[in-house]
């Protein structure tokens, strides 16, 4: 059974950086799709982006342009480089890994039959 990690969450200032990862992909699922979405105090939990098994990456409108979701070589570990980041990016982020290759499997209902991770908080000061 998957056990994915965050890590590489924190607090920043408007317009900073920061990098989350999430590892623990094991060989049964390096070729599914993977995403992350987020969850602000209150609010329902949102999609934030997505990588299908090939390779190809979905984004929410909301951070097109400042957030680039990576996976390494061995697809064992998942990034999100967030630039850029606003207020409104505040938020548990959570990885995932969907129970199948296409995107569909990590953005819509099916996602919720896949594996999380424990969630990361990230903060964004004004």
């Known amino acids: 059974q998957e056990q994915l990690v965050e890590s590489g969450g924190g607090s920043v200032q408007s317009g900073g950086s920061l990098r989350i990862s999430c590892s623990g992909f094991?060989?049964?699922?390096?070729?599914?799709?993977m995403g992350w979405y987020r969850q602000a105090p209150g609010k329902e939990r949102e999609r934030v982006a997505f990588i299908d098994s090939g390779g190809s990456a979905t984004y929410v409108d909301s951070v097109k342009g400042r957030f680039v979701i990576s996976q390494d070589n061995t697809k064992s570990t998942l990034f999100l480089q967030m630039d850029g980041l606003k207020p409104e990016d505040t938020a548990m982020y959570y990885c995932l890994a969907g129970l199948k290759g296409g995107v569909a499997s990590c953005s819509g209902p099916l996602a919720d039959h896949g594996y999380w991770g424990q969630g990361i908080q990230v903060t964004v000061s004004s």
């Open positions: 094991d060989d049964d699922y390096r070729n599914h799709c």
